[in-house]
């Protein structure tokens, strides 16, 4: 049995995701994307913006929050909608975990309350760096993300 086919209630929480974003990642990252806004690479333009280091780009945390969903609930799941806001910047070599609860669960589907925040050295979060953030997830069956017409 996966996480996607289990009973899932409002409170449950989301495992959380935990990772480490590398100066070499955004590099690669912004190749990727083509997002080549200077903050995100350009180390004499950091450092004349007096910033402290290079600042991870916003689509990241998209894609982290769906991967969080996608190794909890497994491949069978969909992300309908994901909505979320910056509330501080990140800066590469800074460690994230994203967290989250289940707010809603109905039949075939859960609606997420989710957030990113920066780690401290002691494992506590540091400052929110993302929140709110909602998410609608569709539930795999065997004829598609959703079955039966979800919402």
Do not use: N
Not at 86 to 113: I, N
Not at 117 to 139: F, I, Q, S
């Amino acid at each position: 049995m996966t996480a996607a086919t289990e009973a899932h209630r409002a409170g449950d929480t989301v495992p959380p995701l935990e990772r480490t974003i590398t100066f070499p990642e955004m590099i690669a990252y912004a190749g990727a994307t083509w997002d080549w806004y200077r903050l995100h690479y350009d180390l004499d333009f950091i450092k004349a913006s007096k910033l402290p280091g290079v600042v991870v780009d916003g689509q990241v945390f998209g894609a982290l929050l769906v991967e969080q969903i996608q190794d909890w609930l497994g491949p069978r799941c969909f992300v309908r909608t994901l909505d979320f806001s910056f509330k501080a910047l990140v800066f590469a070599e800074e460690t994230v975990r994203c967290e989250g609860t289940v707010a809603e669960a109905g039949d075939g589907w859960l609606d997420l309350d989710l957030r990113v925040v920066v780690v401290g050295d002691g494992g506590e979060a540091d400052r929110v760096a993302v929140a709110p953030a909602r998410a609608r997830v569709l539930l795999g069956t065997a004829d598609g993300p959703g079955g039966k017409g979800a919402p």
